[in-house]
């Protein structure tokens, strides 16, 4: 059974740091690929980004680029996303999937068309 959990969600001020983390189990990790995904009251789903495991090859929405990082832990079936310089418009849930998508999908592809299991979330709540 594909499990997926995410922790480490939380409330943090302004301009602060908090790391996700998204413990996976279930299939054969280093094949897939992890995306990490929020959802803000009263809005669609946003891909945040992604990372295959098999390369490391990353994608990160423009929202996020050079604030976020993901990073992936095969030998833990882990993948984390180090969140940096936290704004009030990054509170959400976040949600990590895993997927296998086609080898020669772009990472945006990955991103945006490329999941099939999800969890459950986490709430990170940042204030002003």
């Known amino acids: 059974e594909v499990q997926l959990v995410e922790s480490g969600g939380g409330l943090v001020q302004a301009g602060g740091s908090l790391r996700l983390s998204c413990a996976a189990s279930?299939?054969?990790?280093?094949?897939?690929?992890i995306g990490w995904y929020r959802q803000a009251p009263g809005k669609e789903r946003e891909g945040v980004s992604c990372?295959?495991?098999?390369?490391?090859?990353?994608y990160y929405a423009n929202s996020v680029r050079g604030r976020f990082t993901i990073s992936s832990d095969n030998a833990k079936n882990t993948v984390y996303l180090q969140m940096n310089s936290l704004k009030p418009e990054d509170t959400a849930v976040y949600f990590c999937?895993?997927?296998?998508?086609?080898?020669?999908?772009?990472?945006?592809?990955?991103?945006?068309?490329?999941?099939?299991?999800w969890g459950k979330g986490t709430l990170v709540t940042v204030s002003s």
């Open positions: 990372i295959r495991s098999s390369d490391g090859s990353t």
């Open positions: 999937a895993a997927g296998k998508p086609p080898v020669y999908y772009s990472e945006w592809e990955v991103l945006h068309d490329g999941m099939d299991y």
């Open positions: 279930g299939f054969t990790f280093v094949d897939y690929a």
